[in-house]
């Protein structure tokens, strides 16, 4: 079986675009340095202005490897990555993936809380961090233990520390100069891991079937699970979104890294895709408006990809600012529902079409995609990308394919579905079945031309602002204050699309509810966007006889109040 011109969603395709990709051989490091080779002297990154070329990327991962492997990584150790969009981020993925070892990517804002199940089960023993999260990682119990941290300042990759004055949360100008001094005490500097010299050229690179990335997925239970990536899964997606991306050209298109890099969509347009096609990325550290509006001035993007929330805001601005977003032709939204106002507003400022996609982190992460065609359709996810194939089956049998037109759960094959997850035969065995197909949790309906709709969702994740938020992570949160006795995590749809957090809480006798003093509690467990936008209190939280907590039932009864 394999995704052939019989498929009935084939004929839907942007013409030139093949029904099979050619499946890689080599490793993400191969191709890395093919584009180095190739590229030579064209920008491979803009940070805030400032330009790196790809033979000096090439020089710059080189020496960071050398670095790293001074420090005792081998082939199959597990780095920490702990950074936003930024010129070293591109250069540390490449130098851990160059010595055969594993790229962990993890949000640098998380709280230690969030990153300690994740850290205990890789085991990863050298991170490279963002200054602003070293302490995160020193708040680690002992039995954690971690031989040394890189610590990456991102003022010394911005032109002037004047410039950054102006576009980062840091106190005063002082304060950024007084961080121009030094690494945080007890940490490695990152242009110190650069001063090692290069590594050696004869030095063994990994093979395309060796393990790339663990990347990290809320689950179900709340507990995240590390999806392993091969080289093979990553490469593959990277040339089934250039298939899909057709006219796209070599050194000619300018990438908006907006998503953020450990994201595995961010992972795979800006690291994996974008170096393939010799592009310039210009890397923001966080999305913002104004920024990437000054940058539409000098680079205008070409390929824009972001969620529904980001579009509409860009392109109000534009509208205000009165900047044009022609240049922008390649447009994929994915993450959470594209609402056709939005569709509508982005596509009469920018040059292209919008449209859906959809993917998880399990498979590196896209596997459906609304084609850049008239026969695209608002409203769905699109339809197989290139070498994937899907069915729809009965969600409590994954053995029944269900008829035409009616949900059922999606089930997903190609070669960018993952290995499984890190330590974890159970869950492993529960998604990925022993004939290759990937259980999505996601329920369908697909079409007679292969159109696929969204109905439901069997995990009981919200999507908010792109991210995935556990409910029972919330939840846990929230049962450590004195005054919560009990507690359910919802997601409310929003007009514009995603949800919105909203929690129910049940207080102990004679508690009043406090909204911003629970609130103020989870930001100190839990990244911003986990944070509940709203409190409300209950009697009494809907369980079954198994104790298990009816979210149906809480959202009945709570987002009506809302």
Known sequence: ????????????????????????????????????????????????????????????????????????????????????????????FYAVLRLGAVVVEHNPLYTSRELRHQFEDHQARVVIAWDKAVPAIRAFPADIEIDHIVAVNLLKAFPTVKRLALHLPVRSLRESRDAMTGAAPGTIAWEKLLGRGRLDPAHPRPSVDDLAAIQYTSGTTGRPKGAMLTHFNLYSNALQGEAWMHGAEYRKEIFYAILPMFHAFGMTLYLTYGIRKQALLVLF?????????????????????????????????????????????????????????????????????????????????????????????????????????????????????????????????????????????????????????????????????????????????????????????????????????????VGKPLERGGEMVVAAVELEANATLDEEALRAHCRDHLAAYKVPRRIVQIDDTPRSMLGKILRKQVREQVLPRL
């Open 285 to 489: 550290p966080k999305f913002d408006p104004d920024l990437i509006l000054d940058a539409m001035k000098k680079s205008p993007a070409t390929v824009y990809c972001a969620v529904p929330p980001i579009y509409e805001r860009t392109a109000m601005a534009a509208k205000e600012k009165g900047i044009s977003l022609r240049s922008c032709k390649f447009c994929i939204s994915g993450a959470m529902n594209l609402p056709d106002p939005v569709v509508e507003l982005w596509e009469s400022m920018s040059g292209g079409l919008l449209v859906e996609g959809y993917g998880m982190t399990e498979s590196s992460p896209v596997a459906l995609g609304n084609p850049f065609h008239p026969t695209r359709r608002t409203g769905t996810i699109g339809v197989p990308f290139p070498s994937t194939l899907m069915k729809v089956v009965d969600q409590h049998d994954p053995t029944i394919e269900v008829p035409q037109g009616e949900p059922g759960e999606l089930l997903l094959k190609g070669p960018q579905v993952f290995q499984g997850y890190w330590n974890n035969p159970e869950e492993t065995a529960k998604t990925l079945l022993p004939d290759g197909w990937l259980r999505t949790g996601d329920i369908v309906t697909v079409d007679a031309d292969g159109f696929t709709t969204i109905v439901d969702r069997v995990k009981e994740l919200i999507i908010t602002g792109g991210f995935n938020v556990a409910p029972s992570e919330v939840e846990a949160v929230l049962r450590l204050h004195p005054s919560v006795t009990d507690a359910a995590v």
């Open 1 to 92: 079986m394999s995704n052939t011109d019989q498929q009935p969603w084939v004929k839907n395709y942007q013409p030139g675009v093949p029904a099979e990709i050619e499946l890689p051989t080599q490793s993400l490091v191969a191709m890395l340095e093919q584009s180095v080779a190739e590229a030579g002297s064209h920008p491979a990154m803009e940070f805030f202005g400032r330009r790196t070329t790809y033979t000096e990327l090439g020089y710059q991962i080189d020496r960071a490897a050398e670095g790293l492997r001074n420090l005792g990584v081998r082939a199959g150790d597990r780095v920490a990555l702990l950074l936003p969009n930024c010129p070293q981020h591109v250069v540390a």
